[in-house]
């Protein structure tokens, strides 16, 4: 197959680029920051549900997780529903593997010289800080998978039900109200399965609900300031797609 149609060219770029950002998404998440500090702010110190002293600290993984939401949306208006589900179940396999593939390399034997070395000052076990950012249990892999899937299933048949509504009007309505629910859906789901059903852990379902709604208050907020970055996308790839083709393809798109 070669790439020689706009539309095939159009379709690589989303993919591959809703591909990588998932992937980086699951590594970077490891990290959880501080939004409060990050913005300068004093924590918020929520009480909430019966759980005290929550702020906003997210997974850095939400850096990346609103762009994965707009090519959602995107591929979905322009190659129907069932692209976005082949396209989502291969990045789940894919992010699958790469913890494989993790698992494998955090069992080498790492060498002498670069176990021990000297970070910013510090003296740093490079082997242990490797595990220590990759080695994510194994509760937590299967949770951001199952949440991504089922994230992503909301997200498509939400988004054609609004556009059967309101035909091609209100883009923001059907892409901004789509992610509002899958990540409403995702934000429960990977806390549910990695801290509620781990025995490790096993949260009460309080700590999972409180926290779970100050996650899905940024993830809400985010998504309705990217709603702008959205119709910015959208114009680029009508402009490159031409407006008879990018017509067409919405209205197939419609019907897959």
Known sequence: MTFKTKESKLLLVLGTFFVANAILSEFIGVKIFSVEATLGMKNFDINLLGVPNLSFNMSAGVLTWPVIFIMTDIINEYYGIKQVRVL?????????????????????SASDFWVNQTINGEKTNMNNAFSAIFGQGMWIIVGSIVAFLVGQIAD??????????????ALWLRSTGSTLVSQFIDSFVVIFIAFYLNPQYHWSWQMVAAIGLVNYTYKFIVAILMTPVLYVVHAIIDRYLGKDLAGRMTKMAGRR
């Open 88 to 108: 989502s179940m291969i990045t789940s396999v894919l992010i699958a593997y790469a913890f494989l593939i993790v698992w494998g390399a955090m069992g080498l």
């Open 156 to 169: 498509v048949m939400i988004f054609h039900k609004i556009k059967k509504i309101t035909g091609e009007r």
